[in-house]
């Protein structure tokens, strides 16, 4: 029984010593640094050789606020699940579900960020990401001090758009997204009824900000859920500091040998206890 602290080491030996892990990843922020612009986010060759062991010996799903034709492209890992667009559309064994609200909703984001695009001309470094369902609009490269400008520009959009649309902050980025009960952690709770004998599996998923957080709070304590980086209050019950400590664990977790589960779990628990000290 897990103690009432979150966002702690605490020992993983047990996860490891069962084949039937389902593995959720976020992308930026996780298994990427998160770059000035979204399209430098690439995966190294030998990343993306890691991702499909891993699919290749367990159940592995992508969950990601980018488009889903997007994050596929960039994976590329054949017969793995993708949850993109913070859970409004998946793809799984040529199975493509897309929030039937969501789709309906999109034409008033489509006409919102046409009036956005022309009223962000005078801020210098913003960028608008379509993503069809939903949009990102960076400010990474913007001065800091017209970040209040942009999202009173941003809310007043939001406002015209009469209860359709809602905006969320990320890091360096304002989401604008329909204004409907759905995030990550219903596109997950979705994605599962897809799958038979889905409950009893060890469930593992890693990510980095707030959106993750909505995937955090489906899990219960015997699943592992795991935050990267410091500082902020998580439901997430362990932590990673860096992406690089997330591919530690995966490249470890890859190469698992189920015949030899005490010397993994062992270099497996001082990995950890390295990255989270």
Known sequence: MRGSKRGHYLPVTRPLKTPNIFLFLDYDGTLVSIKKRPELALLHAS?????????????????????????????????????GNHGLEIFFQG????????????????????ILKTRIQSLPGVRIED????????????????????????LKEITAAKGLLKSTDGKKVFEI????????????????????????????????????????????????????????????????????????????LSGFDLQQPKDTAARMNRNLKRDAG
């Open 47 to 83: 990343k993306k050789k890691i991702l499909k062991d891993l699919n290749e010996k367990y159940f592995l799903a992508i969950v990601t606020g980018r488009a889903l034709k997007d994050i596929k492209a960039m994976v590329g890992t054949q017969n793995a699940a993708y949850i």
């Open 95 to 114: 199975k493509h579900w897309v929030h039937p609200q969501a789709r309906k909703i999109s034409i008033t984001l489509k006409n919102c960020l046409k």
């Open 131 to 154: 993503k069809t369902l939903t949009a990102s609009i960076h400010y990474r490269a913007m001065a800091a001090n017209t970040k209040f400008i942009l999202k009173a520009l941003i």
């Open 177 to 252: 997204r329909p204004n409907i009960e759905w995030d990550k952690g219903r596109g997950i709770q979705h994605l599962l009824q897809w799958i038979p004998r889905s409950a009893n599996k060890l469930k593992i998923y890693v990510g980095d900000d707030m959106t993750d957080e909505d995937a955090f709070k489906i899990f219960n304590q015997n699943d592992m859920t795991i935050r990267v980086g410091s500082g902020k209050k998580t439901r997430a019950f362990y932590r990673f500091k860096t992406v690089g400590h997330v591919w530690k664990f995966l490249s470890i």
